[in-house]
């Protein structure tokens, strides 16, 4: 089979949307002319979110929609052919884009592409707006309607593809508070009018399967700000993707000897069965479904049914179920159990909120526990079932599960009614009457998430963010490494946390910068959790910090959700230890491991804005000044600079028997004398090394004599005084 090379070029709307022939091969589908009609017209609603598969077509049916928008000449041609595919789908939708075209109106079409880390500077950029000011959204918004008003434009239309990894880079960076920036942009489309405006998000898993390794807190808000859009998911629209299984599997059926078919009347029956459960909600005719379960075969009719609508939920839609079709070997049934088996893990990773992990928990916790295979195959077909496509859970009748498992299989249905009632006697399944929902028993069912708010509700008053922090992710040091190559020397900064709070409310004067004898440097690594602190801060670096070289304030640019995250692990590390809570049911310890995990990641993942310098995601200053660092210079070279200035006086040290990275045994044992003459002979004249020029001379010599640290003082013998360390060993260090 050949296809036109058209047809397998991905769109990408910043390059296509200049050539308006390269959209011209699309062909509109119920599904796709949602998307359409959304960034077109905004409808449903101005602000859309698009969850598609890889290769649906969502990008080639927004570009669709940018035309009619955009509304340029040049583009008629392109169109021509598309407005007479669409009369045959929706033929007020073709009305609908007649009348655009014949109007005259012209848009403004902005279209985003993947990681965009400042929207207002890229949205200004994209609509040829020129500025050297950086600008808040808000004002960058209002600069885009004022040129659109000034053209004479009647909408705005910004189309935003691979908006998953905008959120993937999001998380990558710790910065998934920026998000709301998004719920911004979403709230003004909304709301303009004269021009209208309309915002498409594309992407291809829903929101908070992106949000896996955010804590608790952060998960929440993206589903706040989720609800913002008017959500568009081709899956509950899969008529083409079912027909399109079964003829891949009838094909591959072709090829393969299987086990004996249902019959025309067990397809009928099972059509019309399915139907009425309310599975295939895009057949509306029983005829045209027993049709595709024939050419389904061996693929169960539950089996069907469920393995889009998974693969869409915990995997990457149509690349995992083609890939799990490829695998399968088709001579004997597919069952509700093989799905399973093959999706287990991605279910069991699948930890956000709403994922499927803690289902997955309860399914395998009832699995260990039955006594055969139609025992698991059933507990497996009741977690199945019950997945929605959004997080949701489903209601799943007692004659529903019975058809699942004995549809197309072995399995007789008393041999499955008598195996359900095992289940529900062993308390594996539980059964609620009055409604008839059949689901896996999963003991006390405790909310393991408010309980996790209820603690941080008790520990927020008394938290002390400082010590835990130095507890669970300690300050790092860091070492000015060529300074120390150059002067053979092991000098490193430590790190520290600091308020920005206490240290706005001391002015400066903090014991923080002080240093003691014998460090080295500070690396003062500032929570600022507000914009506000962050500009008290900045000037307080630049008017009352210290002007020792020894101090490096660091200052993050963006502010830092520190404290909640700090206080969610902390939570979650207390109900841990709480054997009441662990002992109500046997999930819960592993739930509160998983979120322990990520909530230790998603700590580190925003403390390391602050204290990865080679991120630079911070402002540095010392000697209150701003240190600039420039784009591929290591960052260690910086604090070898204020060593430098630090210790201007620092020996050279070229004694062989001290500067060395693998010791021999005879300069082990050297150093060993050494340290037993400081132990035996301190009062005595050079320890009894004097005149002599062996190895443990040497070394006594370079660190103690020349040094000055061990010396005569009016005919007395003895150890310098703390206070002298660093004036005797400048002195000394000239004159030797």
Same mark, same amino acid.
């Given at each position: ?128 707006? %020129? ?209 399973? &088996? ?37 507990? &497996? ?12 859970? #489903? ?23 008598? &195996? ?6 062993? #308390? ?217 200035? %630090? ?25 060993? #004398? ?63």
């Amino acid at each position: 089979m050949t296809i036109a090379t058209e047809f397998l070029r991905s769109i990408n709307l910043s390059a296509d949307l200049e050539h308006p022939e390269r959209l011209a091969h699309f062909h509109p589908t119920t599904k796709s002319l949602c998307v359409l009609e959304a960034v077109a017209y905004g409808r449903p609603s101005s602000a859309t979110m698009v969850i598609a598969a890889y290769g649906s077509g969502k990008s080639l049916a927004s570009g669709i929609g940018a035309l009619l928008v955009d509304n340029r000449p040049s583009a008629r041609r392109a169109l021509a052919p598309v407005l007479r595919r669409l009369e045959c789908v929706d033929r007020g939708a073709a009305e609908r884009a007649k009348r655009r075209i014949k109007s005259r109106s012209k848009g403004f079409v902005i279209p985003l592409h993947g990681y965009v880390p400042n929207i207002a500077t890229t949205l200004l950029k994209l609509a040829r707006i %020129r500025t050297r000011n950086v600008f808040a959204l808000d004002k960058a918004l209002n600069l885009l309607v004022s040129k659109a008003q000034r053209l004479g434009f009647d909408q705005i239309s910004i189309i935003w593809d691979e908006f998953g990894r905008h959120l993937e880079g999001l998380v990558t960076d710790g910065r998934a508070a920026e998000l709301m920036v998004v719920q911004e942009l979403a709230e003004w489309a909304v709301r303009q009018n004269a021009p209208r405006a309309t915002l498409t998000l594309l992407l291809h898993q829903s929101l908070l399967n992106y949000a896996n390794r955010l804590n608790q807190s952060a998960r929440y808000g993206w589903r706040k700000i989720e609800g913002r859009f008017e959500v568009l998911r081709f899956v509950e629209d899969s008529r083409e993707l079912y027909r399109l299984i079964a003829q891949i599997v009838a094909d591959a059926r072709s090829q393969t000897s299987t086990s004996k078919r249902l019959s025309a009347a067990q397809l009928a029956s099972s059509a019309r069965r399915a139907l009425k459960l309310g599975w295939f909600e895009s057949f509306a005719d029983a005829n045209a479904l027993k049709a595709v379960l024939s050419d389904a075969w061996p693929l169960t009719p539950a089996a069907l049914y469920v393995l889009p609508l998974l693969a869409a939920r915990v995997a990457q839609n149509e690349r995992s179920l083609f890939t799990f079709l490829n695998q399968i070997e088709l001579t004997s049934p597919i069952t509700l159990e093989n799905v399973y &088996a093959y999706f287990t893990e991605a279910m069991r990773c699948d930890t956000g909120v709403g994922g499927t992990h803690r289902r997955w928990l309860e399914t395998e916790s009832a699995r260990s526990r039955a006594n055969n295979q139609i025992e698991r195959e059933i507990l &497996a077909a009741t977690c199945l079932l019950q997945l929605g496509t959004g997080g949701e859970r #489903k209601r799943l009748t007692r004659s529903a599960l019975v058809f699942a498992v004995a549809t197309g299989t072995s399995y007789a249905s008393k041999a499955v009614e008598k &195996a359900i009632d095992d289940l529900l006697g062993r #308390k594996l399944l539980l059964h609620r009457l009055r409604n008839d929902d059949v689901s896996i028993w999963h003991g006390a069912d405790v909310d393991i998430r408010s309980r996790v708010e209820e603690e941080k509700a008790r520990m927020r008053r008394d938290f002390d963010l400082l010590s835990f922090l130095s507890k669970e992710c300690p300050a790092p040091f860091e070492r000015p490494l060529r300074h120390n190559v150059e002067y053979n020397i092991g000098r490193y900064w430590e790190g520290c946390y600091i308020l920005a709070r206490d240290l706005i409310e001391m002015d400066g004067s903090h014991p923080v910068f002080v240093l003691q004898p014998g460090d080295d440097g500070r690396i003062v690594y500032v929570i600022a959790e507000s914009r506000k602190e962050i500009s008290a801060i900045t000037k307080l670096a630049k008017t009352r910090m210290p002007e020792d070289p020894g101090f490096l304030l660091v200052v993050p640019k963006h502010p830092l959700e520190i404290t909640d995250s700090a206080l969610e692990l902390a939570a979650l590390i207390r109900l841990r230890e709480d054997h009441d809570l662990i002992g109500t049911d046997p999930l819960v310890l592993p739930e509160l491991n998983e979120l322990t995990a990520v909530a230790r990641e998603h700590l580190h993942r925003v403390l390391a804005q602050l204290t990865d310098l080679s991120r630079q995601t911070a402002h540095y200053f010392s000697q209150r000044e701003s240190i600039r660092v420039l784009e591929g210079q290591p960052f260690s070279e910086v604090l070898s600079k204020l060593t430098d200035q %630090r210790f201007p006086q620092t020996p050279r040290i070229v004694n062989e028997q001290v500067v060395r990275h693998r010791l021999t045994r005879p300069m082990v044992n050297a150093r060993k #004398k050494v340290i037993i003459g400081i132990l035996e002979h301190t009062g005595s004249p050079a320890l009894g090394f004097s005149g002599m020029t062996t190895a443990d001379a040497s070394i006594y010599r370079t660190v103690l004599e020349h040094t000055g640290l061990y010396r005569e003082h009016n005919g007395v013998w003895g150890w310098v005084e703390p206070n002298e360390l660093l004036t005797v060993g400048v002195k000394y260090c000239r004159t030797k």
